[in-house]
Structure formats: structure tokens, C-alpha cells
């Protein structure tokens, strides 16, 4: 054989024995741009911008997986925060396609199936990130939660066992293993879990149903009663940058009011009140927002501005129990106590079991001297959340005081 018919020959056993074989166009599936009405303009416009972009990139074939694999990825993100969720899918699954080694676009469809109501697609997707992102805390606790919801508690433990050793103060962790205790009807463990979890966080209200019901399964009944009166209705989730940098997409009212309360988390208050009054731009007439730009400018050193805020606020709805007890805070502050007090008791008649409201007014009662109406004030805190250290505090030097000054009448002269 000559060298022509050698190199033929080995071109040809190359091509048939190890060259992989001719893989089949993917077809990504088709992203459309829903009715925008419902939005804001700002929102459409953003939505429309993100459509125009994955369209123009239907033709081009020259531009890379990845950066195609990032705009379906956004158009989908954008998508599912404008709760656009049946139009989002495509345009995450297509991410995922174009970009499989990327453990965020399964992520987010699980959170999407999540939110469609449809646990076993979303168990799926956790894994599937998961696979791609072992260690990763959100994706632990979340895909433990969808085992707990199928009833799946010895599937759920490993998951928020792991989320537990690679954060020993996660109290979503340490909330799924109370779960999960529950569940296989080890109560004493249960109360374990769950008092640790409520320990590191008094205000994981979320907390107390289920710790309520370990206790009534230990027959402690006085226990449970008294979780039971607690607020339970609140969610004990992880810190979540995915799902934080999801929330905070949207140009939009609600998007800048988050943007404002990370800043103020913080410490940022100036960036803070930048971001509240562009919600109040969007949204003029929202007390919330007006409470929340007050309390950035006070930390600022704007009082002025803040009491025009907040008293802006009120003239939009006078029972707004947060914006009296921020008005109350500046007030104090400024050594105008009365009017203080005034303020406090109007929170606390709103909204009886805002504790934060509730704590000042006894703390400002105290200060004045009032001590009597400052007890009462405690009890009833204690009474409602037993933990609080605040309010032991105070109860316990006024009892102090109190029995001092009795001791010293009793001593004869």
C-alpha cells in the first residue's frame, strides 16, 4: 500500500472507530413574551428589552452556548419574577440545556415547579442542582423541605443534617430536623431542634406551631397553649442569594423597596433611602414605603425629613401602626416622652401583639417613672413571647426596685 492509500485508510479507521458520532441539532424550545398589561411600564419595558435580546439570537449561530445559555437564563428569572411562571419555564429549561454544567437554571426551575405547586418536577431540579453544587445550603434545606412535603422524612434528614454541619446556626436547619422529628413522632427531639432553632432566632415565628405540637405530643399541654398564642403564620427559610438577586430584579416598586431594606441590613441607610424614594416614585401613595424612606433618613441624621415621611405616611393611613411607633422612636429620642408615649399606645392598640411597639412603650414608661403601667406593659410582653430578654430585663429591675423600696419601709427606724 502506498503512503496515499496508507493515510486514507487510517483516516478511515479513525472516523470509525474514534470519532464520536454526529450529535442531533438541539432544538431549544420556543420563548414567548406574555401580555404585559397587568405591569408596571418599567417592568414591560424591562421584559420587552430581555425578549428582544434572546430573539435576536435565534439567527446567529456564531454566538456561544454560554452567553445564549445567560440571556435565556435572565429572560426566564425576569419571567418568573414578574410571576410570568408558564412563559418562564421554556426559557430556564433552554438555559439549562445550553449550559448543563450550571447548577443555578436547575435551581431556579425547582423553585418555579415549587411554586406551581408541583413537588415532584421541583425534587428533580433540587437534585439535579445539587449534583452540580453539593455543599450549596439553600439547595440542601430547600430539596429536605420537598422530601418533607412528600412524606419523606428519612430522605429529608441527610439533607438538613449536612445544611447543619456546613452552618451550625442555621435555624432553617435545625427547623427542618424539628420537622423531620415530628414527623417520626420523636417529640422530645422535636422540642430540642426547635427551641435551638428559636434560641438563635425570636423571631422565627414559624417556629412555634410545630414546636407547639411536640409539646402537646410530651403532654405538656401548658407548653403547647403557650406557642399556640404566639404569631405562627411566618415561613423559616435560608438566606438565599439566588432567590434574593430573583426578588430584586424588577424595576419595580417592590423590587427597589427590597433593594432598600438589604441596604439598611447593611448599615448602608443612605443607599437605602435612595432605592425607598424610587419605589415612592413608582408608588406614591404606599405608607410602607414612606415608614420605610423615614426610618433610612433618620439614620442618616435627617430627622426632619423623617417626620415628614412618617407623618405622610399616617395622612395615607391613620391606622398604620408601624408609622407610630417610628414617630415615637424620633420622639423619645428627642426627650419628648409624653407624646412618645402617646404614639407607642397607638401602635400597641392597632396592632396588640407588635412587640417591638409594645417594648418601647414599657421602656419609655420605666424611664418616666410610671412604674406601674411599665409592669403591666412587661407582663403582657412576657406572656406573648417568654423568651425575650429585653423585657425580663426590665421587668425584673422594676421587681427589684420595687422590692427594695419595701424592704427599706419595713426596716424599723
Known amino acids: 500500500m502506498n503512503g496515499r492509500g496508507l493515510g486514507v485508510a487510517v483516516v478511515a479507521l479513525t472516523a470509525a472507530c474514534g470519532s464520536p458520532p454526529a450529535q442531533p441539532p438541539r432544538e431549544l424550545r420556543p420563548v414567548s413574551l406574555p401580555a404585559v398589561s397587568r405591569v408596571a411600564e418599567s417592568v414591560a419595558a424591562q421584559l420587552r428589552e430581555r425578549y428582544a435580546r434572546v430573539t435576536s439570537m435565534t439567527a446567529n449561530a456564531s454566538i456561544a452556548d454560554s452567553e445564549r445559555a445567560a440571556a435565556y437564563g435572565e429572560m426566564g428569572k425576569l419571567l418568573m419574577a414578574g410571576e410570568f411562571r408558564e412563559a418562564a419555564e421554556p426559557a430556564l429549561l433552554d438555559a439549562q440545556m445550553l449550559a448543563p454544567g450550571e447548577a443555578r437554571w436547575p435551581y431556579y426551575l425547582a423553585h418555579l415547579y415549587r411554586l406551581q405547586g408541583d413537588p415532584i418536577r421541583a425534587t428533580v431540579s433540587f437534585e ?98 403557650a406557642h399556640l398564642r404566639l404569631p405562627h403564620t411566618g415561613d423559616v427559610v435560608p438566606p438565599d442569594p439566588l432567590l434574593q438577586e430573583l426578588g430584586e430584579l424588577l424595576e419595580s416598586a417592590m423590587a427597589y423597596q427590597s433593594r432598600g431594606i438589604r441596604a439598611l441590613e447593611r448599615g448602608q441607610a443612605t443607599e437605602a433611602a435612595a432605592y425607598f424614594r424610587k419605589a415612592i416614585a413608582l408608588e406614591p401613595r404606599t405608607p410602607a414605603l414612606r415608614q420605610r424612606l423615614g426610618t433610612a433618613l433618620y439614620l ?31 420622639l423619645a429620642s428627642s426627650g419628648r416622652y409624653q407624646p412618645a408615649i402617646q404614639r407607642f399606645e397607638s401602635a400597641v392598640t392597632l396592632e396588640p401583639d407588635y412587640l417591638e411597639a409594645r417594648l418601647a412603650l414599657a421602656d419609655t414608661l420605666r424611664g418616666t417613672g410610671r412604674t406601674a403601667e411599665a409592669l403591666r406593659e412587661y407582663d403582657i410582653i412576657l406572656k406573648m413571647n417568654p423568651g425575650l430578654p429585653q423585657a425580663r430585663a426590665g421587668y425584673q429591675a422594676l421587681t427589684r426596685r420595687a422590692t427594695g423600696r419595701a424592704a427599706e419601709e419595713r426596716r424599723p427606724n
Open 300 to 330: 442618616i441624621g435627617d430627622a426632619r425629613g423623617a417626620v415628614e415621611q412618617l407623618e405622610e405616611a399616617l395622612r395615607l393611613s391613620p391606622e398604620f401602626a408601624r408609622a407610630h411607633y417610628s414617630l415615637g422612636i424620633i
Open 128 to 225: 439535579r442542582a445539587l449534583q452540580l453544587k453539593p455543599d450549596d445550603l439553600p439547595t440542601l434545606i430547600w430539596l429536605g423541605r420537598t422530601y418533607l412535603e412528600q412524606g419523606r422524612p428519612d430522605a429529608a434528614e441527610p439533607q438538613f443534617g449536612q445544611a447543619l454541619s456546613r452552618d451550625a446556626g442555621s435555624v432553617a436547619a435545625l427547623f427542618g430536623l424539628g420537622r423531620v422529628d415530628l414527623a417520626r413522632s420523636d417529640y422530645a427531639r422535636a422540642v430540642e431542634h426547635l427551641e435551638q432553632a428559636l434560641a438563635l432566632d425570636s423571631h422565627a415565628s414559624g417556629v412555634h406551631y410545630p414546636l407547639a405540637m411536640a409539646y402537646r405530643g410530651l403532654g405538656d399541654l401548658e407548653k403547647a397553649d
